[in-house]
């Protein structure tokens, strides 16, 4: 059988609705993309929110913006809270924090929060980072240019 989406927005609320093999995986984005700018060799903190009854849940960043495949393609979580170039925080209270460091512009796209419900209705907050190039070192006389 072939997957289907169905799409619905309302109130800046994402809906996904996957059908497949006649079972119903719903998958809850909220909110629009928070937009990040940022510079190459910076690092970033992306705060990620969560209800208080999901403080013992598994969270979750992947890259991309698929929430079905967003957990198993996740970049790190709470289980295994750091990398090389990542690390996760929790709070335990309302939000997570993911920090991302030694950035270049391949780190730049979508990426994804997400919260592991026992329902099966994990719940995402969307992030768009753009890595610009190198800061510019001005010269005094370059900035009157400007």
């Known amino acids: 059988m072939q997957t289907q989406a169905l799409y619905r927005i309302k109130f800046n609320k994402f809906i996904f609705c996957f059908l497949k093999f006649s079972c119903f995986f719903f998958v809850v984005v909220t909110g629009a993309?928070?937009?990040?700018?940022?510079?190459?060799g910076d690092s970033v903190s992306i705060s990620c929110p969560y209800e208080s009854q999901d403080q013992n849940n598994t969270?979750?960043?992947?890259?991309?913006?698929?929430?079905s495949s967003?957990?198993?393609?996740?970049?790190?979580?709470?289980?295994?809270?750091?990398?090389?170039?990542?690390s996760l925080t929790?709070?335990?209270?309302?939000?997570?924090?993911v920090t991302i460091t030694s950035l270049t512009q391949k780190d730049s796209g979508s990426y994804l929060c997400g919260v592991k419900r026992?329902?099966?209705?994990?719940?995402?907050s969307a992030v768009d980072l753009e890595v610009k190039g190198e800061r510019s070192q001005f010269k005094s006389d370059d900035r009157a240019k400007i």
């Open 33 to 40: 993309a928070e937009i990040i700018y940022v510079y190459e």
């Open 59 to 67: 969270k979750y960043i992947c890259r991309g913006n698929q929430p």
């Open 70 to 86: 967003c957990l198993q393609q996740a970049l790190m979580t709470s289980n295994n809270t750091q990398n090389t170039q990542f």
């Open 90 to 97: 929790d709070d335990k209270k309302s939000k997570f924090t």
């Open 118 to 124: 026992n329902t099966g209705l994990d719940v995402f």
